[in-house]
């Protein structure tokens, strides 16, 4: 199985500050023949389903505020908000889809300083 | 706007047998083309993929449960199910079914990013 690793388990910035994630993943999951990267990004408020943020690790799902981003090739991956606002307070989760089983990172959650 | 509701047993007895059930509205799940799926969600956890299916044909379960899930689809009622049989209080999680969008790597076609989610069914597993 691949594992997937995030880091920080949580952390607190400003409204307005900017949040960076990392997600690790134990082997890459970068395909060479279509050069994509096989990684998802979600986000999960309270008492509420995942929602897709980010899919091939960069690609923005339609509707999502561009302030979210998603980076990183092969093992390491990053996603930023870049001005956080209060309605971003969540869980935030990464998932390879490389290979089954899919995997999830154990999440990262943000809080508002 | 496609929907997914979970429906079953919130409380569930230990060896027994887990069963839910996800209706789909808002689109059809034999012509879409998508995979469908669910993921777990034990309290103050991560999420852990259950397995997924095909056009009724192609399943995919996560090894560490493989001998003891089912996911099945019926398309006539727009529906699909999963089963989960021998449970202990270690299965006792928040149950989503999704819809998962189709990729391709290695050939193949493959489950890749999860674009709609129900909003969840908690089963807890106690005697």
């Known amino acids: 199985d691949i594992v997937m690793t995030q880091s920080p388990d949580s952390l607190a910035v400003s409204l307005g500050g900017r949040a960076t994630i990392n997600c690790k993943s134990s082997?890459?999951?970068?395909?060479?023949?279509?050069?994509?990267?096989?990684l998802a990004w979600y986000q999960q408020k309270p008492g509420q389903p995942p929602k897709l943020l980010i899919y091939w690790a960069s690609t923005r799902e339609s509707g999502v505020p561009d302030r979210f981003s998603g980076s990183g090739s092969g093992t390491d991956f990053t996603l930023t908000i870049s001005s956080l606002q209060a309605e971003d307070v969540a869980v935030y989760s990464c998932?390879?889809?490389?290979?089954?089983?899919?995997?999830f990172g154990g999440g990262t959650k943000v809080e508002i300083k | 706007q496609l929907q997914l509701q979970e429906s079953g047993p919130g409380l569930v007895k230990p060896s027994e047998t887990l069963s839910l059930t996800c209706t789909v509205s808002?689109?059809?799940?034999?012509?879409?083309?998508?995979?469908w799926g669910w993921i777990r969600q034990p309290p103050r956890k991560g999420l852990e993929w259950i397995g997924t299916i095909y056009y009724s044909e192609s399943t995919y379960y996560n090894p560490s449960l493989k001998s003891r899930v089912t996911i099945s689809v019926d398309t006539s009622k727009n529906q699909f199910s999963l089963k989960l049989s021998s449970v202990t209080a270690a299965d006792t999680a928040v149950y989503y079914c999704?819809?998962?969008?189709?990729?391709?790597?290695?050939?193949?076609?493959?489950?890749?990013?999860?674009?709609?989610w129900g909003q969840g069914t908690l089963v807890t597993v106690s005697s």
């Open positions: 999704a819809r998962l969008r189709p990729g391709a790597a290695f050939g193949v076609v493959i489950p890749t990013s999860i674009d709609y």
């Open positions: 998932q390879q889809y490389y290979t089954t089983p899919l995997t």
């Open positions: 808002g689109g059809s799940i034999s012509s879409s083309g998508y995979y």
């Open positions: 082997q890459s999951v970068l395909y060479s023949s279509n050069n994509k990267n096989y």
